[in-house]
């Protein structure tokens, strides 16, 4: 157990929907990172936020957005859904932001029907 | 320029044998190269990691071989037991006191048969 936990385990929804994926990050973390898996495009990192401040971009669509909160738990908000958003997303902690061990959470499965 | 490439997309192993992932990437601004390691059902999980300024890094069984010059690197596993088999995917980014931006190889599958 990484100490990252992630809310929900599962996701089922419906294309042109929107959802929100939460994170909390470990204890005393002060970075949260957001990634996307999918078969056909493997693990890509999609932003970074340290405490409460927006860190790094990789391949966030515009559709996707997402933020860090005052108690650093963050929230990864996907909108106007389509099949091929359907994927693994997991969200990391880290102490310090700073190129250290990134703690992975378990994941959040979303399909997308 | 941003892509890693990783090979083997599968490899088998027998117990107790030499595993060897190897990666290489483009971007010569990638300076930290960390190797994780997912089960199923299961976020991934750093391995081992190097920076440039050393040519091998030896945690255990895992060994991280790097060589700038050619910009490849690999991940050896000695002895490989049953419980090694996941998939391993290498990763690149440059060293930065700001933020991170990483970039991951497609993974390999790692089985190794006991």
């Known amino acids: 157990d990484s100490g990252v936990t992630q809310t929900p385990k599962h996701l089922i929804t419906a294309t042109g929907q929107r959802v929100t994926l939460r994170c909390s990050p470990r204890s005393g973390d002060l970075s949260v990172y957001w990634y996307q898996q999918s078969l056909d495009q493997g693990l890509q990192f999609l932003i970074q936020?340290?405490?409460?401040?927006?860190?790094a971009k990789g391949n966030i669509l515009e559709r996707f957005s997402a933020q860090q909160f005052p108690d650093l738990h963050s929230e990864l908000n996907l909108s106007s859904l389509e099949l091929g958003d359907s994927a693994l997303y997991f969200c990391?902690?880290?102490?310090?932001?700073?190129?250290?061990?990134?703690?992975f959470g378990p994941g959040t499965r979303l399909t997308v029907l | 320029q941003q892509q890693v490439k990783q090979s083997p997309q599968s490899l088998i192993v027998q117990k107790g044998g030499i595993s060897i992932i190897n990666c290489a990437y483009e971007n010569t601004a990638f300076d930290y190269f960390p190797w994780y390691q997912q089960f199923p059902g299961k976020g991934p999980a750093l391995l081992i990691a190097?920076?440039?300024?050393?040519s091998e890094k030896k945690e255990g069984r895992f060994t991280i071989s790097f060589n700038k010059s050619a910009k490849q690197f690999s991940l050896h596993i000695m002895d490989s037991q049953p419980g090694d088999s996941a998939t391993y995917f290498c990763a690149a980014t440059p060293w930065d006191n700001y933020g991170q931006n990483f970039v991951f190889g497609p993974g390999t599958r790692l089985s190794v048969l006991p």
């Open positions: 190097i920076r440039p300024d050393v």
């Open positions: 990391a902690s880290s102490v310090d932001g700073a190129t250290d061990t990134q703690y």
């Open positions: 936020y340290y405490n409460g401040e927006e860190r």
